[in-house]
């Protein structure tokens, strides 16, 4: 009787496999790659509102007249968004002297690191051979494969 073969470990065969040095690159390409997505200014932040759409609010007044408006929290937030970096910078001119942002430390964790399914971000005990991500189960393995495995070629 004849070994059983993975399907998952033939298949690697056909498929180019990444040395660690081209999966940290990739890798760190796809974390600038979100960083630039991650902030940008509203697109919508210079648009003005034509004057013939109807104010809902004043005919839901009370009082009759015109009220003026305030502004939120939240708006004031969205306009003046700073990006880490800057909240960094202005906490070192704030409070230069330590502690600080920059001078925090942490000893590094007695604990060995804990792998992650790259697909759902539950605990993951297996790893895709050609580009080295984790996932933790088949469904996952399935989506990886179809979305994200070398997909993005460094």
């Not at 759409?53 to 004031?76: C, H, I, M, W």
């Not at 600080?100 to 399914?117: G, H, I, M, T, V």
């Amino acid at each position: 009787m004849a070994a059983r073969e993975s399907g998952r470990i033939k298949d690697a065969y056909q498929k180019r496999v990444l040395d660690e040095a081209t999966r940290k690159r990739r890798q760190k390409k796809a974390l600038e790659a979100l960083e630039q997505d991650n902030f940008h200014d509203d697109p919508h932040a210079d648009l003005v509102m034509s004057k013939k759409v109807p104010k809902f609010q004043e005919t839901l007044d009370n009082r009759g007249g015109r009220r003026k408006k305030t502004r939120s929290a939240e708006y004031y937030k969205q306009r003046f968004r700073k990006t880490f970096a800057q909240l960094v910078e202005e906490d070192l001119n704030i409070n230069p002297n330590p502690p600080n942002y920059a001078s925090a430390q942490a000893l590094p964790s007695k604990f060995p690191e804990r792998q992650f399914c790259a697909v759902c971000g539950f605990p993951s005990n297996y790893t895709c051979i050609p580009c080295g991500a984790r996932y933790c189960s088949m469904k996952c393995l399935g989506t990886h494969l179809d979305t994200r495995c070398l997909k993005w070629t460094a």
